[in-house]
T-cell receptor, first 118, second 114 residues
Framework: EAGVAQSPRYKIIEKRQSVAFWCNPI?????LYWYQQILGQGPKLLIQ????????DSQLPKDRFSAERLKGVDSTLKIQPAKLEDSAVYLC????????????????FGSGTQLSVL | AQKITQTQPGMFVQEKEAVTLDCTYD???????LFWYKQPSSGEMIFLIY????DQQNATEGRYSLNFQKARKSANLVISASQLGDSAMYFC???????????WGAGTKLIIKP
């Protein structure tokens, strides 16, 4: 089966510019996550979707970050305006947590978008 | 507070040797799950192994096994017969809560020497 697709692979912008990332999860996966991974750290959850509804966005800096998942499939994550500290890898993951025994369901990750803010 | 600790920032291991990557966790929930993921330089997180808190036996997946010591709150990953392709970052993560979110450790960088 096709994996989680993300684009672009790399992005370099100047501070105060805007940027958008795109994610296409594995077909049929109802749950989609966006993570921010700063160099040398583990991933940090930004937002979790179940179908097209937001489950948790408590760690999303809502003054500059926004995310949507229209029609419960693809998702976009936007940063506007970007700051230097937003330099990180942005990982998208999906899972089929609606299955019975979903607590054992693993997350499938895309290759990520490496963002550099100059 | 729920937390995952990986105390080894980096490790060098000779090819074909076994390696143990440490992971300790802190939670008061009786039900939780522990995952190990591998992240090669390409960036993609790759699932390796899962252990549920109520599982009676330690999990195994091919060359990977999990040394789960519930009383000590540790879930160490053991890689047998290491290969050059095992060189990567390794992350321990704990699933918790009704939304099944993952809490991640800081990772261990494993380098396999030929």
């Amino acid at each position: 089966e096709a994996g989680v697709a993300q684009s672009p692979r790399y992005k370099i912008i100047e501070k105060r510019q805007s940027v958008a990332f795109w994610c296409n999860p594995i077909s049929g996966h109802a749950t989609l996550y966006w993570y921010q991974q700063i160099l040398g750290q583990g991933p940090k959850l930004l937002i979790q979707f179940q179908n097209n509804g937001v489950v948790d966005d408590s760690q999303l800096p809502k003054d500059r970050f926004s995310a949507e998942r229209l029609k419960g499939v693809d998702s976009t994550l936007k940063i506007q305006p970007a700051k230097l500290e937003d330099s990180a890898v942005y990982l998208c993951a999906s899972s089929s947590l609606t299955k019975k025994g979903g607590e054992r369901e693993k997350l499938f990750f895309g290759s990520g978008t490496q963002l550099s803010v100059l | 507070a729920q937390k995952i600790t990986q105390t080894q920032p980096g490790m060098f291991v000779q090819e074909k040797e076994a390696v143990t990557l440490d992971c300790t966790y802190d939670t008061s929930d009786p039900s939780y799950g522990l995952f190990w993921y591998k992240q090669p330089s390409s960036g993609e997180m790759i699932f390796l192994i899962y252990q549920g808190s109520y599982d009676q036996q330690n999990a195994t997946e091919g060359r990977y096994s999990l040394n789960f010591q519930k009383a000590r709150k540790s879930a160490n990953l053991v890689i047998s017969a290491s290969q050059l392709g095992d060189s990567a970052m390794y992350f321990c993560a704990m699933r918790r809560g009704s939304n099944y979110q993952l809490i991640w450790g800081a990772g261990t960088k494993l380098i396999i020497k030929p």
